[in-house]
Each structure stands twice: as structure tokens, then as C-alpha cells.
């Protein structure tokens, strides 16, 4: 797939901290009826769909806000996401999906286009990121120093993982997986998506797993890394 590919009008998803990067992928339940709408549309025609987070400060604590497509005002939108293609797709015999998007390349969101079948939809632009279409360089980054950075994290947050499964990827994977799998906030997961080139996302990887594994653990447990 090339720039030229991609529409210059996509379908939103937005959903709060969660995280599509170029070559990742992203399972997701969907049962919105927007949402729903939204993947019906997406595999009639590119089975493209932008992969987009709502700005933290615009939310309450509900993970899907009243206002976000509704009668009331949309929360507002990061300005960078990530187009995802859907590589695997189950339909449940309730009329909802279970779909994998698998992340092809980062977007500038230039304006928004109304409401289609319940969802934004908006202008976007790729042109910025056409280095994520083509094969990454290698990436030197201490591999050593994030991997016990790693170790501390979940120590300090009591998440369990599957540490030969995360020893055995390649260094390009890694910088894909753990950006997206790891429990960070909204904005840090943003820092992330954001960050020019893999070398720049090991460095804020590298910085938000030091910082976050010398925090006081609140004693909550999370799930295993997958």
C-alpha cells in the first residue's frame, strides 16, 4: 500500500488510551451501533478506519463520554492518528464485530466533515508520514536498559507478563508492542504515536518506563502484557 492508497476522508474511531501504531495491531470489540455503522462502511470500501484519541482533558471518567457522536458536543481530538486496515474481522449473530486493525500510517487530522451514520468522519493528511509505509531502519537504542526499565515497571504496577514472548521480538516489534500494550495515560500514549521516527519513540519509551518505574505502587494488579 502507498500514500496513494489512502483516502483523503476517513471514518473516526476515537477511543481513549488506546493505541494504533504503524505495523501494530489493534483488536477491537465493536458494539456501538456508530461503531458498528462505521466497520459495515469501512469493509464495503478500503476497510480503512482513522484510529484517533479524544483529548484526556475533554472526558470524564466514562471511557466512551455522552456527546461523542450524540445529541451533545463531540469531546475534541488529538490532532495525530493512525490509520488501521482491517486484517481480521468476526461477525457476532447479534450484529456486532470482533476486528483486528492492523497500523499502516500515521494521519494529520486537517478538519473534521460531519456525522455519517452516527460517526465522525474527517479530512485527513498522510503526506507527513510516508516514511511509516516503508521498511524501518535499525533502530540503536539499549535494548538491555529499556528491557530492566521494563522489569521495574511491572513490578511497580503488579502486571504480569510474558517475558520470553517479549525477549524473543525483533527490536522493531518491540518498539511497536510495548508502546501499545503497556498501560500508559492518554497524553503518554500520544508522546508516543507522535514521536518522528522509531529511534525518537525508544527514547520516550525509554524515558516513560524509567519515570513511571521509580512511582509508589498504588497496589493495584493489572493483567498480563499480551
Request: glycine content about 8%; charged content about 25%; hydrophobic content about 40%.
Given at each position: 500500500m502507498?500514500?496513494?492508497?489512502i ?20 483488536p ?10 462505521l466497520?459495515?462502511d ?7 478506519i ?28 488529538y ?7 482491517i ?25 473534521e466533515?460531519?456525522l ?6 474527517a479530512?485527513i ?12 531502519e ?13 522489569r ?26 510495548l508502546?501499545m ?46
Amino acid at each position: 500500500m502507498t500514500l496513494a492508497d489512502i483516502p483523503p476522508e476517513l471514518g473516526l474511531f476515537p477511543l481513549r488510551a488506546a493505541l494504533l501504531l504503524p505495523q501494530g495491531k489493534l483488536p477491537l470489540n465493536v458494539f456501538e451501533p456508530r461503531y458498528v455503522a462505521l466497520v459495515e462502511d469501512a469493509l464495503a470500501a478500503t476497510r480503512l478506519i482513522g484510529m484517533i484519541q479524544p483529548r484526556q482533558d475533554e472526558l470524564d471518567q466514562d471511557d466512551d463520554p455522552p456527546g461523542d457522536g450524540g445529541d451533545g458536543p463531540s469531546p475534541d481530538l488529538y490532532r495525530i492518528g493512525c490509520v488501521g486496515r482491517i486484517t481480521s474481522m468476526t461477525e457476532r449473530s447479534d450484529g456486532t464485530y470482533a476486528v483486528t486493525l492492523t497500523g499502516l500510517a500515521r494521519f494529520r487530522l486537517l478538519r473534521e466533515s460531519g456525522l455519517h451514520r452516527g460517526y465522525r468522519r474527517a479530512r485527513i493528511d498522510v503526506s507527513s508520514f510516508a516514511s511509516d509505509l516503508t521498511e524501518a531502519e535499525a533502530t540503536l537504542y539499549d535494548r538491555d536498559r529499556m528491557m530492566q526499565a521494563l522489569r521495574r515497571y511491572c513490578r511497580s504496577r503488579g502486571i504480569g507478563a510474558r517475558w520470553s514472548m517479549i525477549e524473543q521480538m525483533d527490536d522493531e516489534a518491540l518498539l511497536v508492542t510495548l508502546p501499545m500494550i503497556c498501560p500508559f495515560v492518554a497524553a503518554e500514549k500520544q508522546a508516543l504515536l507522535e514521536s518522528g521516527t522509531l529511534a525518537d519513540r525508544a527514547r520516550t519509551l525509554q524515558t516513560l518506563l524509567d519515570l513511571a518505574g521509580h512511582e509508589p505502587d498504588e497496589g493495584a494488579s493489572r493483567p498480563p502484557l499480551s
